[in-house]
């Protein structure tokens, strides 16, 4: 095993695009930033150096942080932000995982920006279960806004209402030829005639799940949240932010360019969002330079059939080890509320999350950010900043019908809280996890920090135990998963990595308005059960 070092300072850059000026946040001035290559096995070391005004940390999306819950990055969370002039180094063995995930920073709204990819390969001699490609690529889907981040969030909560929508999707930072002042601002991949290649994708947005398709080209889905897949070959994929998917594109067309276009899925009613496709090219060696791209169909952005697909196709490439007896089952509501107050005196800040008037909510809780790392109150012992009552059942009444909330709002209210789910080392655990809420429902992509977990079941409507089937022979092992709207998932894990694990949603205005949960996993016996001291140079709030 070796080690890999690198160096990240957090920068701000000047930047144009859509013909407008303006600086973003970075790391060693790239956008998209630096790409982290390790082989599984690899201890990385990441030395974060903060020289912006802004808070920072860096959160390692999808790896398992086996033992090393001080690195995982989430801001009051794991950590206190690194403030402007700090340093911080993290520290993680990529523990048997590999594949593609991504980095992004995890505070405010900072990940917009700053975000990069995170390469494993296999260790040295293993072979992969699919030829390797001719050449490999990495896309990353994100979305841009002309105004200022920070600024934008604070505006968005304290208004109390929905983002507004990106002002451009884009691929690899480029926005394409479907946008003002773009036409030069494209990613483009030359592919030679016969050639296949592995495309690793990286759904890095805010607030948008994305389709993605090439024009009259298959994709072969082999790998999922860096585990692989049996081969699914389709004409379109579907990420949610912070999901990851490799496929495989065999150049079989004639010589061409043709469009790789990325565009919304958007599964909630009266969201407002770009309707429009950022477009990279995907051009044969040969092909006129300034031909028309072909286009690339896209789903509708409703298109809930589309995803479905989609998640159908995904199964684990072996069957795997998936826990069939459990010992803690917990039932959880997601979903978007407005709070009481609103209707009686409109837009004033009272009792939404962080200062906000819409909320979200697990379980009737909106999740309330301390200001102290809620690891470091834990290891210590600090009273006052969490409690360990997150309630195993939805607080209040839930039931809908065909996906459409037909309930009272005032039976999905929720409480504001820093509530915790505490569980003891190697409990064998199932979330059901329900889409619900009365502002509206939709497509959430949860996520769970510092594991994977087996996604064992979902369909739509309520979930019923009567009738559910589960699949407990191949289900993908994955990091996020794409509750469906109006549906249900179900995940199963042994907890068994110590430390204090955020799960949340991985839109971020849904994270803002307190969509998410933290879980405690305690000690095993034992140093390879034991979450070690913290390191010396650990922020302070
Ligand atoms: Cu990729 Cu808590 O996030």
Redesign the pocket.
């Known amino acids: 095993r070796s080690t890999r070092f690198y160096d990240f300072k957090v920068q701000t850059m000047r930047i144009t695009k859509l013909c407008n000026a303006k600086d973003i946040v970075t790391i060693n001035g790239m956008f998209p930033g630096p790409v982290v290559y390790a082989q599984e096995g690899d201890r990385v070391i990441v030395r974060v150096t903060n020289q912006t005004p802004y808070n920072a940390t860096i959160?390692w999306?999808g790896v398992r942080q086996r033992l090393t819950c001080w690195s995982d990055g989430?801001s009051y969370i794991t950590q206190c932000p690194i403030q402007a002039g700090q340093t911080f180094t993290y520290e993680f063995t990529l523990v048997q995982q590999k594949g593609t995930l991504l980095w992004?920073a995890?505070v405010s709204w900072l990940r917009g920006t700053v975000y990069g990819a995170i390469v494993v390969y296999p260790k040295t001699g293993v072979p992969y279960p699919f030829t390797y490609p001719y050449e490999e690529h990495i896309i990353i889907l994100g979305e841009y806004w002309l105004k200022d981040l920070l600024q934008l969030e604070q505006a968005v909560l304290a208004s109390g209402g929905g983002p507004p929508p990106a002002d451009a999707y884009t691929i690899n930072g480029h926005p394409g030829p479907n946008y003002n002042c773009s036409s030069n601002d494209v990613y483009k991949i030359d592919v030679v005639l016969g050639k296949t290649y592995l495309l690793r994708l990286i759904n890095a947005g805010l607030n948008m799940e994305n389709f993605f398709a090439i024009a009259n080209h298959k994709l072969t889905i082999v790998e999922a949240d860096a585990e692989y897949t049996k081969p699914f070959t389709t004409d379109r994929v579907m990420l949610g932010p912070?999901q990851t998917v490799n496929v495989l594109v065999t150049a079989d067309q004639p010589i061409q360019r043709y469009s790789m276009a990325m565009g919304p899925y958007m599964s909630a009613r009266n969201v407002p969002f770009q309707n429009i496709s950022s477009i990279a090219y995907f051009q044969y060696l040969g092909a006129m330079p300034n031909s028309l791209a072909l286009p690339a169909p896209l789903p509708s952005f409703n298109d809930n059939l589309a995803v479905k697909t989609v998640m159908d196709g995904l199964k684990s490439l072996n069957p795997v080890d998936v826990p069939k007896e459990i010992d803690t089952n917990l039932f959880i509501t997601i979903g978007l509320n407005v709070q009481k107050c609103r209707s009686k005196t409109p837009n004033q800040n009272c009792q939404g999350a962080n200062g906000g008037v819409m909320a979200a909510s697990m379980n009737n809780i909106s999740f309330i950010k301390p200001n102290l790392s809620l690891l470091e109150a834990y290891y210590k012992k600090i009273n006052g900043y969490y409690s360990e009552d997150f309630p195993g059942v939805p607080l209040k009444f839930y039931d809908f019908v065909n996906g459409a909330p037909n309930n009272i709002p005032n039976d999905t209210e929720s409480m504001n809280g820093t509530r915790t789910k505490v569980l003891e080392f190697g409990t064998r655990v199932q979330l059901i996890l329900q889409d619900t809420g009365t502002v509206s429902t939709e497509n959430h992509p949860i996520?769970l920090?510092g594991y994977s977990f087996y996604v064992v079941g979902y369909g739509t409507g309520n979930y019923n135990p009567q009738t559910a089937t589960f699949n407990l022979f191949d289900p993908p092992y994955m990091n996020t998963i794409g509750v469906p709207v109006g549906g249900w998932a179900a995940i199963r894990f042994v907890a068994d990595n110590p430390g204090v694990w955020?799960m949340?949603c991985?839109l971020e205005i849904h994270l803002s308005w307190g969509l998410s949960v933290v879980f405690i996993v305690k000690n095993g016996h034992g140093e390879l059960e034991t979450l070690p001291h913290p390191p010396a140079d650990l922020p302070r709030c």
Do not use: I, K, R, T
């Open positions: 959160h999306h989430p992004h995890h912070g996520h920090h955020f949340h991985h």
